[in-house]
């Protein structure tokens, strides 16, 4: 399968504030104040769940099991080419 790149990014935005929608209104129904301990706990845990969901799309799409091309900056930079070198630094590889 090949899914588009910017999938796995739309669908952990929003499967984040999915989360905390109901995580928000689940912490409600129990009656529990609106304090920071609360915010910092329903963000943690929609940040795990949206993670999940990226996960989820990689392994879907067959990224997470790709091999990554790990290459040292030392061997681009002896290597002597700019452009590969900028694409590593940037992070395009």
Do not use: C, E
Not at 43 to 65: E, P, R
């Amino acid at each position: 399968m090949d899914i588009h790149p910017m999938l796995g990014l739309f669908l952990s935005t929003i499967a984040f504030f999915v989360a905390a929608f109901f995580m928000n209104r689940y912490l409600d129904a129990q009656g529990l104040d609106r304090n920071l301990s609360r915010k910092i706990l329903v963000g943690t845990l929609a940040t795990i769940v949206s993670f999940g969901a990226g996960w989820a799309v990689d392994k879907l799409d067959g990224d997470a099991d790709a091999p990554q091309k790990n290459v040292a900056l030392t061997d681009i930079m002896q290597g002597g080419d700019p452009t590969q070198a900028l694409k590593v630094l940037s992070g395009l590889k």
